[in-house]
Structure formats: structure tokens, C-alpha cells
């Protein structure tokens, strides 16, 4: 199944706009649950959270942040099916 968006003034600044603040508050839910968990985060991945604009992609990266023992391990594609299939 498909999603479709329709959103109003789709194509325009204003669904740019809302997109951009959508990807904003998934870059600080990441840092915040790593930051309450404890994990340090350097600037390089702090930079690659909030530099993302693929919400798939960031909704991944929070489901994961809930779990990593690293703030490197989020973006792991193979470590972190293993540690799902275990």
C-alpha cells in the first residue's frame, strides 16, 4: 500500500517548509533520546541527524536510537539487523 500526500499547496514553498520542520523535530528526537540514554554524539553525526531530509530514513535512525550503544550505530544497516534477528 501507498501513501499519497495532499497536502495543501502541494509543490510550493509552504509544503517545502513543512517538510523541513518536520525533518527539524526528527533530528532533535534522535539527539534527544540518544542525550537521555547517555550517548555521547560527536559533531560528525550530530551534522549527518540534522543535515537529513529523508524522513524514512530519520524514522529508522529513531527507532534505532532507542536501542544503539553508539551514536555511530544508527546509521549501520548491517550490525543492526543482526541485533534484530537475534
Known amino acids: 500500500m501507498s501513501f499519497v500526500s495532499y497536502f ?6 509552504r ?3 513543512y517538510l ?9 528526537g534522535i539527539l534527544s533520546v540518544l542525550e537521555v540514554r547517555g550517548i555521547p554524539v560527536t ?5 549527518r541527524i540534522t543535515s537529513c531530509t529523508d524522513l524514512d530514513r530519520m524514522d ?19 550490525g543492526n539487523a543482526e541485533k534484530l534477528m537475534a
Do not use: H
Open 60 to 78: 529508522t535512525w529513531l527507532e534505532r536510537s532507542r536501542t544503539v550503544e553508539r551514536a555511530e550505530d544508527l546509521f549501520d544497516e548491517e
Open 15 to 17: 509544503e517545502t517548509a
Open 20 to 28: 523541513e520542520g518536520r525533518t527539524e523535530g526528527e533530528a532533535k
Open 8 to 13: 495543501p499547496g502541494r509543490g510550493t514553498v
Open 43 to 47: 559533531d560528525s553525526v550530530r551534522e
